[in-house]
């Protein structure tokens, strides 16, 4: 994996320096899992100044993961320390409104395909061929010879939910899954309590009463046999999105045009096996939006300013174009 052997000696002489872990907005169990277990590797080898930082907000399905954290965890914070560590996050954009000054030293960890104006590091651990962040942090644990429960529980969480459940999962996913268990044997289903989500009686009404709106807003758009939803909401996007796949949508689009332009789509298993990849369709959008967009194949997102109706038909486009050439 290149850029461990880098990064080692980096840190084999940095102790004296402090470091700021940070997440994308909405950390999600991948991006926070990760920055957590690594935390606990900083503290555990003698850092002493380290916090992690997230944009924005946590999502509920990592909020548990809170308790698993060695070191403080800021929400939008300050970027005052020497070294930067950005984990599961391929564009600067993901961070807002955090802002990195040019003069820190970055490192970035993340399993994203890479972009065309990816984030400059000075030290980069990229492999796309993983489905999630974790994976990443368990092959250089490895590496330096690391690991302990709380960490591992902290990267299970994260690969469960990358994955879907283990939906998109490849060999070396179940690799490193394996290699995991056999020197931790956790039960996994204390894995999927901990990635449960986190609510409270007036978010859960508010969950519902968004996708309610949503459902109410929905439009249809029919393409050969393959079936489009596509609404609005001014928050929970991506719910809505897995609840129409789940009423029988091939493709779901939601946007919120609440604080800005949020897009959030998803797709069925059997169109991504056909080729189709939400986040690179969604990296197209960012620039429409005046923000960022990416994801994965079958789940991706974008967040800007303005011209949500501009980029729903680009995203529609794109997706037509690609069951035309498919079907």
Not at 70 to 78: F, G, K, L, Q, Y
Not at 256 to 285: D, F, Q, T, Y
Request: charged letters at 30%; a positive charge.
């Amino acid at each position: 994996m290149k850029g461990k052997l880098k990064l080692k000696r980096f840190l084999d002489s940095s102790k004296e320096k402090s470091f700021l872990l940070l997440c994308h907005h909405n950390a999600d169990p991948d991006s926070l899992g990760s920055a957590i277990a690594f935390a606990r590797f900083l503290r555990a080898k003698g850092f002493e100044r380290v916090k992690i930082g997230v944009a924005q907000s946590v999502s509920s399905y990592a909020k548990r993961l809170l308790t698993l954290s060695p070191v403080p965890i800021e929400r939008n914070p300050a970027v005052e320390e020497d070294v930067v560590i950005i984990f599961d996050t391929s564009s600067l954009e993901q961070l807002e409104p955090i802002e990195v000054p040019k003069e820190k030293l970055v490192i970035l960890i993340d399993h994203h395909v890479e972009k065309e104006k990816p984030i400059k590091a000075d030290i980069a651990v990229v492999d796309s061929s993983r489905t999630s962040t974790a994976e990443i942090v368990w092959e250089l644990f490895k590496y330096f010879r690391f690991a302990d429960e709380e960490s591992i529980k902290a990267l299970l969480a994260g690969i469960v939910t990358d994955t879907a459940n283990f939906r998109f999962a490849n060999a070396k996913t179940f690799k490193a899954v394996s290699e995991i268990l056999e020197r931790f044997p956790l039960q996994m289903g204390e894995i999927f309590q901990l990635v449960a989500p986190v609510t409270d009686e007036n978010t859960d009404n508010a969950r519902r009463m968004a996708v309610l709106k949503a459902c109410q807003r929905l439009e249809l758009k029919k393409f050969r046999r393959y079936i489009i939803a596509i609404s609005k909401v001014s928050a929970y996007e991506s719910y809505a999105c897995k609840v129409f796949l789940q009423l029988g949508a091939d493709v779901a689009i939601v946007g919120s045009e609440k604080k800005g332009v949020r897009i959030s789509a998803r797709a069925k298993e059997n169109l991504i096996k056909k080729g189709l990849h939400l986040g690179k369709i969604m990296e197209k959008v960012g620039p429409i939006i005046d923000g960022s967009g990416g994801g994965h194949a079958g789940a991706a997102g974008a967040n800007g300013k303005a011209n949500l109706d501009k980029a729903i038909k680009l995203i529609i486009k794109e997706i037509e174009n690609f069951l035309r050439e498919v079907d």
